[in-house]
């Protein structure tokens, strides 16, 4: 290998190593916060509709918030934030995601840094056509309150299809 | 530095023709790969689109492609600011391909091993050139600033570590990249000149068929 291709290489492995570290240490600092709520109790003077959210912890126990008003511009995530008072901590995820991942809801889960801890929130979407849950492909912020109106959370240690009520 | 020409078309249709495949190459691609983000061919084919048939094709592409897969993603349509800085970061694939076909980049390499390592980090810096713009834009919609300067630096702050945090989407796009560069690129572009598309004679490189009207 010349100097011509070594050099460029090491600058890569250098550059993508300071990046990384980067993300690393400065992420969960400035980030890691229970973030990303535009307050959101009917913004914009936009008509309000009802939705219902329901979250289960995976060992028998279930919240249901029914029937919350909402703008209509609004998506689940800002849902999520404002039923659980804010006591969520997630990180929002930019370009291609654009939307947060959700690690604790009301102190429960696994933190973005919790060696030992595996479990995870998984989002589904009520199919209100066939009566089942469907497994949201994106996240909470990307689900608007105006094509659906009914969202679990669900945690489970392994196997997010173990969610009772799933369609497949 | 012998600069070396850019490809003449024989005639428009086989241009459009190039620039339609190659554009539904991409987007047929990328729906593929929807499942691992930012794991994407569409940048070498960017690259190899240019480096083959220059600019010409090259942007068009970048600018239908981006845009069809911006408003229609299964993650959801970008915002329409961010369609532009998605374009601008595409480009960096286009200007790679562009310059390393002007000034032989790749060319210089005596050995093939090293052929295609040259490849592989002009698609890892070109990743990194394209990560850095569209994490910035994305930066410049989530954080606020008293002013103008603090705001364009509260964003590039933002971009930098959003880039791999909470997920190493950054790291992962650059180091697919490398491995999609060093892998298809040569082998599609030593394919392509196999292929008969390309024909070289009196005015240079020359693309489609002999006996198509010239343009």
């Known amino acids: ?168 | 530095m012998s600069a070396r020409p850019s490809p003449i078309f024989r005639n428009v249709s086989s241009k459009v023709g190039i620039i339609a495949a190659f554009t539904a190459l991409n987007l047929a691609t990328d729906y593929m790969l929807t499942g691992l983000p930012n794991v994407k061919f569409m940048d070498a084919f960017y690259f190899i689109a240019t480096f083959e048939f220059g600019l010409s094709v090259g942007l068009p592409v970048v600018c239908f492609t981006r845009t069809a897969y911006a408003i229609v993603n299964p993650l959801g349509a970008a915002p329409g600011f961010l369609i532009v800085f998605l374009v601008v970061g595409d480009s960096m694939y286009v200007l790679s391909g562009y310059l390393s076909r002007r000034f032989r980049l790749v060319e210089k390499e005596s050995s093939a091993g090293d052929r295609v390592l040259s490849i592989g980090l002009i698609g890892l810096f070109s990743a990194l050139g394209f990560d850095l713009i569209t994490n910035f834009g994305t930066g410049l919609s989530m954080v606020g600033g008293s002013g103008l300067q603090s705001h364009l630096w509260g964003a590039l702050v933002f971009g930098l570590i959003t880039m791999n945090f909470p997920l190493p989407l950054g790291i992962v796009h650059e180091a697919s990249d490398f491995l999609f560069f060093s892998t298809l690129v040569p082998s599609s572009l030593a394919l392509l000149s196999r292929s008969g598309l390309i024909t070289t004679g009196p005015l240079g490189r020359v693309i489609g068929k002999r006996g198509d009207n010239q343009n």
């Open chain 1, 1 to 168: 290998m010349n100097c011509r291709i070594f050099a460029p290489m090491m600058i890569a492995i250098a550059l993508l190593g300071v990046f990384w570290g980067l993300a690393e240490y400065f992420g969960p600092r400035l980030l890691n916060i229970p973030s990303g709520s535009n307050d959101s109790s009917g913004s914009q003077g936009t008509a309000n509709m009802n939705v219902t959210l329901l979250i289960d912890f995976g060992n028998g126990t279930k919240l249901w918030f029914n029937d919350t008003k909402v703008a209509r511009t609004e998506n689940f995530y800002t849902v999520t934030y404002n039923d659980v008072r804010g006591d969520l901590e997630a990180v929002w995820n930019g370009y291609p995601i654009n939307a947060h991942l959700v690690y604790k809801i009301m102190g429960y889960g696994c933190g973005s840094t919790s060696p030992g801890c595996n479990g995870y929130w998984s989002l589904w979407v009520w199919n209100a056509s066939i009566g089942c849950w469907s497994y949201s492909e994106v996240g909470a912020d990307l689900v608007s309150v105006q094509g659906v109106t009914m969202v679990a959370w669900y945690f489970a240690d392994n196997d997010p299809h173990s969610f009772p009520g799933n369609c497949s």
